[in-house]
């Protein structure tokens, strides 16, 4: 079990990549929105990781998350903007599909791995390999 102070900074940490992530994916928050998403996530990650582990697997899926709405965000900001959109906004909205669904399935899979990793236990120790006989003849 890690120190409590471990288990805060790793917190800290996680909700600082999750606010940043927040910040990219809408790109129209303020400040204190930041904060408040930060203050939130690390509430959040105090709550539900009980190890290093937890908090980075819950970051990362947050992360992930965050990564599959930017590409949503990017439409609807453009959407909202004119009714038709130009080339330079449709090539804009098709580079944030490609690098937000790969790097959502990326967090995403590494999350799974955390959180997989986080409820495994020590692997059993081998059984001995039986000798090899010899072949009778016939």
Not at 3 to 14: E, H, Q, T, V
Not at 128 to 138: N, V, Y
Request: no cysteine; aromatic share 12%; net charge positive.
């Amino acid at each position: 079990m890690s120190p409590r102070w471990i288990l805060f900074g790793n917190a800290a940490l996680g909700s600082a990549v999750v606010a940043i992530g927040a910040w990219l994916a809408w790109n129209a928050l303020s400040g204190v929105d930041v904060l408040l998403a930060a203050s939130v996530a690390g509430l959040f990650l105090l709550w539900r990781g009980k190890s290093i582990r937890l908090i980075w697997a819950w970051s990362t899926l947050i992360l992930g998350v965050e990564s599959f709405v930017w590409p949503l965000m990017t439409m609807v900001h453009i959407r909202s903007s004119t009714a038709q959109p130009s080339d330079e906004q449709m090539s804009t909205i098709l580079s944030a599909v490609l690098m937000g669904l790969f790097s959502a399935v990326f967090w995403i899979a590494f999350s799974y791995g955390l959180f997989k990793g986080a409820g495994s236990q020590p692997p059993a120790p081998a059984e001995p390999m039986e000798q090899a006989r010899p072949r009778k003849k016939r």
